[in-house]
């Protein structure tokens, strides 16, 4: 009985903490090495299996690091670019922008409409159509003169 009672209260504990935590000030990212919070709208981070949180500044690190650690990664969170509200990575439409903390990146919407109206016109993308090769794309067209922290 009170087994029981210990693997009900940690279910509920688990579900408690699971989720999307605001990075810590100072947080690095896991990726470049880039101040995760120059600007919360890009921040991204995701869960690994073993509860470790790794950040990066912006979705298009945080889907490069998933891409490399499938095995090891539990959940992506994302912040809705219209609402600043965190959403869940695996579920949110991208739009790629040119102007994210590191160059081309892209923004994620949990609503389609909104990525859409967003997008006027440009793909809206799934996590299912961003593979390596987008991302190299991505990181190619950032250009000379931008990069770390500033905003084009």
């Not at 279910?11 to 919070?37: E, H, S, T």
Request: hydrophobic share 40%; with cysteine.
């Amino acid at each position: 009985m009170m087994a029981r009672l210990i693997a009900v209260f940690l279910i509920f504990a688990g579900l408690l903490f699971a989720g999307p935590v605001d990075p810590p000030k100072g947080a690095k990212c896991v990726v470049c090495g880039m101040d995760v919070n120059m600007d919360p709208k890009f921040t991204s981070q995701l869960e690994l299996k073993d509860g470790t949180r790794v950040y990066t500044e912006s979705p298009k690190h945080a889907i490069q690091y998933m891409l490399k650690n499938k095995d090891k990664v539990k959940a992506l969170w994302v912040r809705d670019f219209d609402t600043g509200k965190w959403i869940d990575g695996k579920k949110a439409y991208y739009v790629m922008v040119e102007n994210g903390p590191m160059g081309m990146d892209v923004v994620a919407f949990r609503s389609k409409l909104k990525a859409k109206k967003f997008a006027k016109g440009k793909k809206v993308l799934r996590l299912s159509d961003i593979d390596m090769d987008f991302i190299k794309h991505l990181d190619q067209g950032q250009g000379h003169g931008k990069g770390h922290g500033h905003m084009h």
